[in-house]
């Protein structure tokens, strides 16, 4: 996939001074009381957890948590007193499976998430085109939303802009849009071998202009990359975006070498704010950016490598999740198998010997099963260093973890795929999508891990929408998603954890930060209200006040 699609112009001083501003701390090395507050935790049996005050020591870390009216002894030393006035106070959010740069440059790119046809994506590349641009590049555009029969083409964008390179990542990442100009410049024929793990669509014995999996590299390797100072400020962009959600701390899936050095840059700066755990993406990558183990943790806890993520299948909206029976809208499509049994075994082996955690992205049922047998053959050699993760796992099923250590597994889900999932993946599914799709009540059941993320590259996670749509399975107007899988619903204590505690847990952060335990890290929010006793539908209108990373404040522009 596409790490870095461009060479950007030098950002704007002011555009610069916004990313900057949202990193700034405005204590350090100094401990203090937050107290008069409205706190809520979860416990390490996932209860919810009431309390008055925390005291934060001077290395940022929670010494102790207070009960509600508790009184600190007079003569307890203090740099900083923050009276809450009844502000309601949790752990920051934790976002467990990002693609940091890749949304950073987005950032500063195309947006096409609101595009709403082919005809309208174009459009809108036209205007872009017209500042004069030696590619046009943009991110974002989502087929499942547009009209039936709506059909990117090289053809409709030839319409717009002819002689300029076009090209336009889709929402999940997995499918690209180009225009000839673009396929031209890539060599890109009737006679180009079909690459393993991917596709060029076709029409009418020619290329159409949509490229998927693998092969999109045919593309993205001729884009030119961006200089390291213009990556540097697409970080900060990107950093500021996550603060702003509440996200404390991400789980980094795909992370390469540029990526680690631009972070390390930032670092060196003082000006990495956001916590990033990072997986790598490929099994070469482990020893280049971190050597024969996971990294220590650096910047105070800002940066880990700590795994690797190896994909099994795509996703299901372009339907590359590895089925068990073809789909049902797609007679004879069962999906793609990314990486073989042989292949896969002796890639989780590789890192396992030398302690990296194993991050398993697999959406179909088949792709599921396949991560469960790996993990199932691997656990009694391996298990004992770490936690295993498999991400997606939209038709995972409870059946399907039978077997597997549950106090050591975490399953990463997009709340996000409710919205959208349930019309796609009965359209997808048929009558399979029933029985299996998006059942997290019953995996929570077993005691497995579960942990919040967003939808694709592209999309940050909403932690309050997340949480709204987990325990309501509704839309906003509260009606049921045709009535679909509402004995799933979560409940408040079980979505609020995914968010917090259980991203922590599934990066390996355990006693680290999520749950503002005494000796964990002082990642907390201030809100404007009580999250647990508001309705449902007010949760995503709850401000955030607050950002507090290590027991230092962080600077919001709220008029962003």
Known sequence: MMRFPRTFAALSAPLLTLALACALPTTAGASGLIDNVNGITTGLDGRIIRFGGLLVDKDGKVERRLLQGEKLPKKQPLDFRLDGKGMTLIPG??????????????????????????DDAAARVATYAAEGRRWILGFGWD?????????????????????????????????????????????????????????????????????????????????????????????????????????TAVGDMGTSMTDWQTWR?????????LRIIGYASAIDDLPLIAGPQPTPWLYAGRLRLAGISLPIDGSLGVRRAWLSAPYADAPGVSGDMLLGDTRLRNQMSRAAMDGFQIVLAAHGDRATKEAADAIAEMGGSYLSRGRWRIDGADLAAAADLTGLPADRLSLTVSPASIADGGALARERLG???????????????????????????????????????AITRETVAGQPFGGWRGDQRLSFAEAFRAVTAGGADALGAEGRFGRLAPGESADFLLLDR???????????????????????????????
């Open 93 to 118: 959010f934790v976002d467990a499976r990002a693609d940091v740069m890749r949304l950073a440059i987005s950032l500063l790119s195309l947006d096409l998430s609101d595009a709403t046809s082919p």
């Open 143 to 247: 087929a499942v939303r547009w009209p039936a029969g709506s059909t990117p083409t090289a053809a409709r964008l030839d319409r717009t802009v002819a002689d300029t390179p076009v090209w336009l990542v889709d929402a999940s990442g997995e499918q690209g849009w180009a225009n000839s100009a673009a396929l031209k410049l890539a060599g890109i024929t009737a006679a180009t071998p079909q690459p393993a793990g991917g596709h060029i669509v076709m029409a009418g014995g020619k290329p159409s202009g949509l490229l998927t999996g693998s092969a999109m590299e045919l593309i993205e390797k001729i884009v030119p990359r961006p200089a390291p100072k213009d990556l540097d400020a697409a970080f900060l962009k990107a950093q500021a975006a996550y603060l702003a959600r509440g996200i």
């Open 265 to 273: 840059r930032a670092g060196d700066r003082d000006s990495l704010r």
């Open 431 to 469: 009558a399979r999508a029933d029985g299996r799709a998006y059942g997290w009540k019953d995996i929570v059941g077993r005691q497995v891990g579960l942990a919040f993320a967003g939808q694709g590259p592209f999309t940050p996670l909403s932690p309050l929408e997340a949480i709204r749509l």
């Open 530 to 560: 009580d999250i647990e006793l508001a309705q449902p539908a007010d949760i995503p209108r709850i401000k955030l006040l607050e950002t507090w990373i290590g027991g230092q404040k962080i600077l919001l522009d709220t008029k962003r």
